[in-house]
Structure formats: C-alpha cells, structure tokens
C-alpha cells in the first residue's frame, strides 16, 4: 500500500509564493511519473505540472515560468514551487504519483489528500 501526504498551503497574496510538498511511503513499489493537479471551485480536476522518472517536466500553459516542479527520488518527494501566484491559482492542489507495484507487476497511480491554495488580490 501506497500512501502520499501533502503539505505547504496556504493563504498568500497575488504575487507571492508557496511551496507545496508531498511525501510517498510504503514498499514494494516504484515510483515513475510524478505531477501536480490543480481543482478550482466547481471546476475540474486539472495537471499543471508533471515531472518524468529522468526529470524531463511539463507544465500547463497558465503555469509556465511560474511553478517549478522537483523531485527527490531518495526521499520519494515531489514538489511545487508556485512563485508570482494570481487569484486564479486558488483551489485544492493535489499530487499524483504513477508507480511500479513490485508485487502486483502492474502499473497504478495514487493521489495525494490535497491542500487548499488560497491566493487574495
């Protein structure tokens, strides 16, 4: 069993800067693809950052030059810089992780509770 714990929201004001975190435990499971989703009020959940086993990274448009997402593969943690945030950015970010079940041999993806990002203009 798989399990993630986020930290790092908050409230903040338009231009300021949080940083989200989230750890991986358990055993027997390998981690690939690592991402950052992002559910504003009565929207849908939505990928604004994604970083590949490797450290290849994608992120969504709106986001680009503004979050930075990382990695530590030893500690099983990914991360979210979110630097000059706008009012928009406000909602519940959550972390998703794609592993390798060493037990299984299947690949399955797992998430993250989610931590609320309020960001006031």
């Known amino acids: 069993q798989v399990q993630l714990v986020e930290s790092g929201g908050g409230l903040v004001q338009e231009g300021g800067s949080l940083r989200l975190s989230c750890a991986a435990s358990?055993?027997?499971?390998?981690?690939?693809?690592m991402s950052w989703y992002h559910q504003g009020p009565e929207e849908e959940r939505d990928e604004v950052a994604k970083?590949?086993?490797?450290?290849?990274?994608n992120y969504k448009d709106s986001v680009e030059g503004r979050f930075t997402i990382s990695r530590d593969d030893a500690k099983g943690m990914v991360f979210l810089q979110m630097d000059s945030l706008k009012p928009e950015d406000t909602g519940t970010y959550y972390c998703?992780?794609?592993?390798?079940?060493?037990?299984?041999?299947?690949?399955?993806?797992?998430w993250g509770q989610g931590t609320q990002v309020s960001v006031s203009s």
């Open positions: 970083i590949r086993l490797g450290g290849d990274t």
């Open positions: 358990g055993t027997f499971f390998r981690i690939t693809d």
């Open positions: 998703k992780i794609h592993i390798w079940n060493m037990q299984t041999s299947q690949y399955e993806d797992y």
